[in-house]
């Protein structure tokens, strides 16, 4: 069964496509309409067998309702990174830097390491909680 949500308009970045490359070359961030949010969501990775936890990048030096939730969502399936507690204000990311000069509401989902054996099997036995848990963050709305 497929679920839908009423009041947002979800759009999904072309699959075929990698917008950190698109950036770069002009694309991406730059050609995105000014009206949108953007989300962003990754697997962090390491090396380090000990690099464990999600964390939610922010657009704003504190965060918003939304990635406060979505910080949540990590927090209850995967857990948090310790070193951000939750949350990481960054501005040494391309994309993220041409959104924020663009003014364009951006988050960047990292939702744990795909790396670190407890995350990934946290991840992919919760891996329908956590979207659930997503996609009511962003938009406000219950998915039933």
């Keep these: 069964m497929q679920k839908k949500v009423k009041k947002s308009k979800i759009v999904f970045y072309n699959p075929k496509h990698n917008m950190v490359t698109d950036t770069r070359k002009g694309g991406g961030s730059h050609k995105v309409k000014k009206t949108t949010s953007v989300i962003m969501f990754h697997f962090d990775a390491s090396t380090s067998r000990y690099a464990n936890g999600g964390h939610v990048i922010i657009c704003h030096r504190k965060p918003n309702t939304r990635e406060k939730k979505m910080a949540a969502v990590i927090k209850k399936y995967v857990g948090l990174n310790k070193a951000y507690n939750g949350y990481s204000y960054r501005t040494d990311l391309k994309n993220c830097n041409v959104l924020r000069r663009r003014g364009i509401d951006f988050s960047l989902v990292e939702t744990g390491f795909i790396t670190n054996k407890r995350d990934y099997q946290?991840?992919?036995?919760?891996?329908?909680?956590?979207?659930?848990?997503?996609?009511?963050?962003?938009?406000?709305?219950?998915?039933?």
Excluded: W
């Design 122 to 144: 946290q991840i992919n036995k919760h891996i329908d909680k956590i979207a659930k848990g997503y996609i009511e963050a962003i938009t406000g709305e219950t998915v039933k």
